[in-house]
């Protein structure tokens, strides 16, 4: 089986015992069999050969039979603080940001933002990044934190912080590529403010323009992700 499933918790001991939806998947979708292996992860790195033991409809089990720890994370860590797009967008954006690295996602809450970072949104984009992960073969969980401001995000920009704005200079990867950490601030359909883009260059952060065209929020976000996550 090339599937991989998420393992909610850590295996205690040898066993594993997968969630009611992976067991499903498992049985009624794969026509999982005992002695099958598959792969499993647990989303903090660690990535499992696992023996099924037993196979119920809403119940499998099975034993560890190698335990790594396998990396596949981009070497410098990514943030986007992003203003959600309407509807589908939203899941698409999860999806690609994980495929390319990005370490942690804000929604972000701006003045002229549409989507709300509202409870059932952030979990319906925390369980897309856990399938994301499993098609992308990605053992770290990107982070889908609860919604902030601006001004939250700002109180805790690492050093290299850049917002994105038509009005800004061309992004200098050579800056980018100096360091570990970055934070990229994406705003709404309509963009940020005046002043919150003021608001942001005045807390350090670069203000920087993608080109000419005006992106959608995903699309400037990935790209931003692309030229971060990417470089060397």
């Known amino acids: 089986m090339s599937e991989r499933f998420f393992l909610e918790q850590p295996p205690i ?3 594993v015992t997968f969630a009611e939806a992976e067991s499903q998947h498992l ?4 026509r999982a069999q005992i002695g099958d ?3 499993g992860f647990d989303g ?3 990535e499992y050969q696992i023996e099924l033991t037993s196979v119920g409809k809403k119940k499998v089990i099975g034993s560890v039979r190698q335990k790594e720890e396998v990396s596949r994370e981009a070497a410098r860590k990514l943030t986007l603080a992003v203003a959600l797009p309407k509807g589908d967008r939203q899941r698409w954006l999860v999806e690609k940001g994980v495929e390319l690295g990005v370490n942690r996602m804000i929604p972000l809450i701006t003045e002229r933002g549409v989507a709300q970072p509202v409870e059932k949104a952030i979990e319906r984009l925390r369980r897309a990044v856990i399938e994301a992960s ?6 770290h969980l990107m982070t889908v934190e609860e919604g902030q401001t601006l001004d939250d995000v700002l109180a805790a920009k690492p050093t290299c912080a850049l917002v994105l704005h038509p009005s800004g200079e061309p992004v200098n990867l050579e800056v980018v590529q100096k360091v570990d950490e970055v934070l990229a601030l994406i705003g709404p359909e309509g963009g940020f403010s005046d002043a919150e883009v003021a608001k942001a260059a005045e807390a350090g952060c670069h203000v920087v323009s993608l080109g000419k065209r005006i992106l959608r929020v995903e699309t400037a976000a990935l790209a931003i992700a692309s030229l971060t996550t990417l470089s060397e």
């Open 13 to 15: 001991g040898d066993e």
């Open 27 to 30: 049985a009624k979708v794969m």
């Open 37 to 39: 292996v598959v792969v």
């Open 44 to 46: 903090s790195g660690s």
């Open 134 to 139: 499993k098609q992308c073969e990605r053992n």
